[in-house]
């Protein structure tokens, strides 16, 4: 299997498992950010979607041409449930979670915490083979319960948290319903 991580075109690694964004952070430290490009070939994503996401309010405005942790997280957040999910659902669960885009103070949960979270509920459903809503449930409680102390609503975390790995389940069934379809009209 060719697996990623979620909202990038990385191939995963045993490091990704328990932290996926320390994979990303030393580039940052390094450089102050990344460029437009740099972030492109990160999500795949084309320059002007970017560009249109912050026109819209949903990721903040970059100061200089570098794009920082919390822009680049927020894109990659957007990035991994866009498949399955309209734009304007997935900004207002953001808002439902962290509230305005450039304020800091109403957030539940830090923006890397919350990245890192779905990543590894989502990497231990897929080493399970286990997406069923009570399975995915759980997972989610334990993983806010082991970080309940930087979260600072923990129920409607949970809520969110849910939706976003079965939005996210949803768009990678739909990108291999959509192959399996492209083959079948291959052959027509």
């Not at 439902?96 to 923006?111: A, F, H, K, L, S």
């Not at 334990?142 to 790995?165: P, T």
Request: net charge negative; glycine share 6%; proline share 1%.
């Amino acid at each position: 299997m060719n697996r990623l991580i979620p909202g990038t075109t990385m191939k995963f690694t045993e490091q990704a498992r328990e932290s996926a964004f320390s994979l990303i952070s030393p580039v940052l430290e390094a450089t102050g950010g990344l460029t437009l490009s740099q972030l492109s070939k990160l999500t795949g994503l084309e320059g002007t979607t970017i560009q249109n996401w912050i026109k819209r309010g949903w990721v903040a405005a970059t100061k200089g041409k570098k794009y920082s942790e919390k822009q680049i997280l927020r894109i990659l957040l957007i990035n991994m449930l866009r498949k399955a999910m309209k734009l304007e659902d997935i900004a207002n669960l953001m808002r439902y979670i962290n509230g305005d885009v450039e304020d800091t103070t109403d957030d539940i949960i830090d923006d890397i915490l919350l990245y890192d979270i779905l990543c590894r509920i989502i990497f231990t459903a897929e080493d399970e083979g286990a997406f069923d809503s009570e399975h995915i449930r759980s997972l989610v409680a334990n993983e806010i319960a082991e970080n309940n102390n930087e979260i600072s609503d923990a129920e409607k975390l949970k809520k969110a948290m849910y939706v976003m790995v079965m939005g996210y389940r949803s768009g990678y069934l739909r990108t291999e319903m959509e192959k399996g379809l492209e083959v079948i009209l291959d052959e027509m």
